[in-house]
């Protein structure tokens, strides 16, 4: 019988996957006025980072050892948005600002319950998909002149016959310092997590399923306990807790990880799945009734029934991010995203390595940045790949692979197929350093990369304010860098404001007259602080509820000719760091003011960055 639910549609860009690698790029692309869609099989956005996984977003900062690593962009203006509705840590509510994030992008159309089940390619393209969507049992033919696979296990670049790898590299791969002298097949596996409660009264606890049964001795080198001894000197106490497993009852633990035993662990998913059921129960059942670990009273509100997944392919690209790369802090020159997480490998065997600790950790000072290369799949001219997949060595992966870095390569792919469509030429022909200028201009950071916009204004006029504190000047704005960074300020702060209702002002007098359309500020949401979601209490402990205090929250921007303000707009209850304030006629002025009246929090203004562009 003919299937009357079939549709073809034809967009600028596709991506396939909705975790943050994808949602980031296909709102970057549509906000460039690229025709995007976005493919997501399940019916939330967010990956691992969703509602259905709830691990929190970890990132180039590295659990906040590295705060001025923090990634600005779409990904923390999700987390800003969060802030301002969800002072409880709700991934509900999280999954709910995603949705809408989406929803109100008129370029962008997300086809959720979404499953695509076929490739078609010719001549080195993608040139189209095909795709179930379960909820509505409609098929979908869609196709694009650009595609992006951001699936994490990149299931459409291996569906169009791309090269891929798996496991870890021999040292004579790239000459690896901390890699295997012989490849293996060793991969790190999948996670269940959950989430616990102290009720503040004893609550038996009953296993629902057959689970697996572990000594104390099994567990010796994984932290399951709220009873502590107590650590030589103290100081390092949370550190030595969080890298043992945590101490965080209320939060699940990432060493419960099963890698599989096959050679595919993509294959093995849904048998990976069924043990890490049988083990998540095992490991609260121990805590529970295997002895005292501090837990009498908690009692279980959560458990996962989707995995999260670390590990499985990796896509050969034009560029493969390897270690070498990272220990040496390498900028290319094709930079578009950067990374700072530690080399995070973890045990073979995962849970069942009891007699090691579940992970290797290779720290190192600074950052390293990631080409536009290693987006770039090899022998394809249409094809991004993004995520955890994207092309890495394992040990390159193994610090590129974590959800911040993942969403802000996410949004360099996105830019650059905008541009890529908008300029007519392939994904390898656009030019980067646009790209780079965009990514920029949007509040992504490129370590080594600065401001040099040509059609910004502000970066020749001369800036003045009502006042200024020591090192933080008005100039500071039009650094080229909108944040702290190698001991650089990059940044003006005022005196207190102005109790007579005036507060305080920032002022550039434009090298010559011009006709203003948009003024675009940078505030400061301080990345000293983390602002992710998450389960875990110490996480949670570690940051401060609601809009970062030093936030502006109400301000105006003036245009102005001589002395005469001849056109404004008020902003008022802010709680973004990138603003973008548009005129619907350019106004002719010689002169832009930023006049500050109140903050979310602290008494005086902060801005890292002040662009004026024309018509």
Wanted: net charge negative; proline share 4%; with cysteine.
């Amino acid at each position: 019988m003919k299937n009357f639910k079939e549709y073809s549609l034809q967009f600028d860009f596709i991506v396939v996957g909705g975790g943050f690698t994808g949602l980031c790029a296909a709102l970057a692309a549509a906000r460039l006025g690229a025709k995007t869609a976005l493919v997501q099989e399940r019916p939330v956005l967010g990956g691992n980072g969703s509602s259905e996984i709830r691990m929190h977003i970890c990132g180039a900062s590295d659990n906040g050892t590295k705060p001025e690593l923090s990634e600005g962009g779409i990904i923390h203006e999700l987390m800003l948005a969060n802030k301002r509705v969800n002072d409880n840590y709700n991934f509900s509510i999280w999954s709910a600002v995603l949705f809408d994030a989406a929803r109100k992008e008129k370029n962008l159309s997300v086809f959720y319950n979404t499953t695509m089940h076929e490739v078609h390619c010719k001549d080195r393209k993608v040139t189209s998909i095909d795709c179930y969507q379960m909820t509505t049992e409609k098929t979908f033919h869609l196709f694009a002149p650009v595609f992006a696979d951001c699936t994490g296990n990149g299931t459409l670049s291996v569906f169009a016959g791309a090269a891929f790898k798996t496991g870890s590299e021999g040292k004579d791969a790239y000459g690896e310092p901390d890699a295997p002298q012989e490849a293996n097949g060793h991969r790190m596996g999948n996670t269940l997590l959950f989430k616990a409660r102290d009720t503040g009264h004893p609550v038996k606890f009953i296993p629902p399923v057959e689970c697996m049964h572990f000594t104390e001795e099994q567990l010796k080198y994984r932290q399951h306990t709220n009873v502590m001894p107590q650590q030589e000197g103290g100081n390092d106490e949370d550190d030595v807790k969080w890298m043992f497993g945590g101490i965080c009852q209320d939060y699940g633990y990432w060493w419960v990880e099963i890698p599989g035993t096959s050679d595919d662990i993509v294959s093995e998913y849904e048998d990976i799945r069924n043990q890490l059921v049988a083990a998540i129960y095992g490991v609260w059942d121990h805590i529970k009734n295997g002895g005292d670990h501090g837990a009498e009273n908690y009692e279980l509100v959560w458990v996962g029934m989707l995995p999260g997944v670390r590990e499985s392919r990796r896509i050969v690209g034009d560029y493969v991010l390897n270690e070498k790369d990272v220990l040496a802090n390498r900028k290319f020159p094709d930079a578009v995203a950067y990374g700072g997480w530690h080399i995070d490998n973890h045990v073979p065997l995962g849970l069942f390595d009891f007699d090691k600790l579940p992970a290797s950790v290779i720290g190192y000072p600074g950052s390293y940045t990631i080409p536009y290369r290693s987006y770039l799949v090899k022998d394809f001219d249409n094809l991004y790949v993004g995520g955890r997949c994207l092309s890495a060595s394992k040990l390159g992966m193994a610090t590129s692979r974590v959800m911040g870095t993942c969403a802000i390569g996410g949004q360099a792919i996105g830019t650059a197929a905008a541009i890529a469509v908008q300029d007519g030429v392939s994904i390898r022909d656009v030019n980067i350093h646009k790209v780079q200028q965009q990514l920029l201009e949007d509040d992504c950071y490129i370590p080594g990369v600065r401001n040099e916009e040509v059609n910004d204004l502000a970066r020749k006029a001369s800036v003045t304010a009502s006042s200024a504190k020591k090192d933080f000047a008005p100039e500071s704005v039009i650094s080229g860098i909108s944040r702290a960074i190698d001991g650089e300020n990059n940044e003006w702060r005022s005196e207190p404001l102005m109790p007579d209702g005036t507060g305080a002002w920032l002022q550039l007098a434009l090298a010559a007259p011009a006709r203003v359309s948009r003024v675009q500020v940078t505030f400061d949401s301080n990345f000293y602080i983390e602002k992710k979601i998450t389960l875990s209490s110490r996480r949670q402990h570690q940051q401060k509820i609601g809009i970062p205090a030093e936030l502006v929250k109400n301000y105006d921007v003036e245009l102005l000719k001589g002395r005469e303000v001849i056109a404004s707009r008020q902003v008022r209850g802010n709680y973004q760091r990138l603003n973008r304030v548009c005129f619907e006629t350019p106004v002719p002025c010689d002169a832009v003011r930023i006049r500050v009246l109140a903050t979310n929090g602290i008494p005086e203004a902060r801005i890292f960055e002040v662009r004026v562009y024309g018509e």
